[in-house]
């Protein structure tokens, strides 16, 4: 089945304490977009990548890292979480075609 | 920059047509996608134009007009599991169009 994950689902932190969140899609598409999602703002774009190794920054990318390392993960990586970071964030992936696959999107509480 | 306008909220009931609408503003242009998301779940991909005029995809259509930065898109038949958040999104020029800009988000809400 072509699908998008992510993990952790749901994730309580505490202030500064590092966390990474995976995401994987097996599709082999070539083009993967970390968003967040706020009340009354919509889907805000933190990072995307194009392909292997090359990244750029969405309208978000303040304290957020990303990499890309194999074609089929993404992970988004938060060094030291604040709680202006407390939010919905959802994963995506796309090959040359407009369609674009959302992970289940994973819920972030940083105390 | 893009930015998109859409209707906070629509109601409508059962069995019912509605227009959600959406306006950009874009350096350029490469066509504008529908999505819909359900409370708590992930936004799935509904349509995209990239040329004047209507697509039709059973009861769900999209229309556009680049001469008018405006599209639509169009539900028949309203049923309640079409209570959902609407968004439409274009690609951002300035990346290469690369990176997609969502609107804010319009809710429909489908009653009896």
């Known amino acids: 089945e072509a699908q998008v994950t992510q993990n952790p689902r749901y994730l309580i932190t505490v202030t500064g304490k590092k966390l990474t969140v995976t995401c994987s899609q097996n599709?082999?598409?070539?083009?993967m977009s970390w968003y967040r999602q706020d009340p009354g703002l919509g889907l805000r774009q933190i990072y995307y990548?194009?392909?292997?190794?090359?990244?750029d920054k969405g309208d978000v990318p303040e304290g957020y890292k990303v990499s890309r390392k194999e074609k089929r993960n993404f992970p988004l990586i938060l060094e030291s979480p604040s709680p202006n970071q407390t939010s919905l964030y959802f994963c995506?992936?796309?090959?040359?075609?407009?369609?674009?696959?959302f992970g289940p999107g994973t819920r972030l509480l940083v105390l | 920059g893009q930015s998109l306008e859409q209707p906070s909220e629509v109601t409508a009931v059962e069995g019912a047509i509605v227009q959600i609408n959406c306006t950009y503003q874009t350096s350029g242009f490469y066509g504008l996608s529908w999505y819909q998301q359900h409370d708590g779940g992930a936004p799935t991909f509904l349509s995209y134009?990239?040329?004047?005029g209507l697509e039709e995809t059973g009861r769900f259509s999209s229309f556009l007009s680049r001469s008018d930065s405006y599209g639509y898109l169009l539900l028949q038949e309203l049923q309640m599991k079409d209570s959902a958040s609407y968004f439409c999104a274009v690609r951002d020029q300035n990346t290469g169009f690369q990176k997609l800009v969502f609107g804010t988000g319009t809710r429909l809400l489908v009653s009896p």
């Open positions: 995506a992936s796309r090959s040359g075609k407009e369609t674009q696959y």
């Open positions: 599709m082999n598409h070539e083009y």
């Open positions: 990548s194009m392909n292997v190794e090359v990244t």
């Open positions: 134009n990239a040329l004047d």
